[in-house]
T-cell receptor, first 113, second 112 residues
Framework: NAGVTQTPKFQVLKTGQSMTLQCAQDMNHNSMYWYRQDPGMGLRLIYYSASEGTTDKGEVPNGYNVSRLNKREFSLRLESAAPSQTSVYFC????????????FGPGTRLTVL | GENVEQHPSTLSVQEGDSAVIKCTYSDSASNYFPWYKQELGKGPQLIIDIRSNVGEKKDQRIAVTLNKTAKHFSLHITETQPEDSAVYFCAASKGSNYQLIWGAGTKLIIKP
């Protein structure tokens, strides 16, 4: 039982490049989330998926797209990376309706030059 | 919009002493209040949570209190140990409980 896994762990991009961050969970959770974490700002929600087949914008969705590929996987795509997207990205899944606990992956540290 | 304010941003306490972190929320509909601990280089991990129908909850050295009238909730850690050093986040549920609104975090430093 690996919990929530994220790939890659580290990534450096040049301005304008694109990339996809991958997230998978093996806990059979319905809800999944993408956050970014910047110093002194806590966690900010980018997008979430309440259940398979649905996605919704969070607090800071501009410049990002998501895909809920199946119940296990939820990917985040940066189409044209900007320096303002330099951050640590966390994926989480939630056991909604039972405990409401969000389980986090180890994070992806992204630098955009 | 809804927000959660967390204080202090940094807290330094002597090993063995108690630590208290406070949060204030704005959304009257919030009914779930978790606390997460984040160690360096890792994702946040739930340490305790409380629901709006309860005023206090305790788990060994950790306790959380909730004052719904004042929209305040607090984390109390007693007999602090070096392994308690981390960043702690409070959060409050938003809307249908699919989302959480997060505080900015408190860096807790335990001095030996």
């Amino acid at each position: 039982n690996a919990g929530v896994t994220q790939t890659p762990k580290f990534q450096v991009l040049k301005t304008g490049q694109s990339m996809t961050l991958q997230c998978a969970q093996d806990m059979n959770h319905n809800s999944m989330y993408w956050y970014r974490q910047d110093p002194g700002m806590g966690l900010r929600l980018i997008y979430y998926s309440a259940s398979e087949g649905t996605t919704d914008k969070g607090e800071v969705p501009n410049g990002y797209n998501v895909s809920r590929l199946n119940k296990r996987e939820f990917s985040l795509r940066l189409e044209s990376a900007a320096p303002s997207q330099t951050s640590v990205y966390f994926c989480a899944s939630m056991d909604r309706g039972r405990t409401d606990t969000q389980y986090f992956g180890p994070g992806t540290r992204l630098t955009v030059l | 919009g809804e927000n959660v304010e967390q204080h202090p941003s940094t807290l330094s306490v002597q090993e063995g002493d108690s630590a208290v972190i406070k949060c204030t929320y704005s959304d009257s509909a919030s009914n779930y209040f978790p606390w997460y601990k984040q160690e360096l280089g890792k994702g946040p991990q739930l340490i305790i949570d409380i629901r709006s129908n309860v005023g206090e909850k305790k788990d060994q050295r950790i306790a959380v209190t909730l004052n719904k009238t004042a929209k305040h909730f607090s984390l109390h850690i007693t007999e602090t140990q070096p392994e308690d050093s981390a960043v702690y986040f409070c959060a409050a549920s938003k809307g249908s409980n699919y989302q959480l609104i997060w505080g900015a975090g408190t860096k807790l430093i335990i001095k030996p």
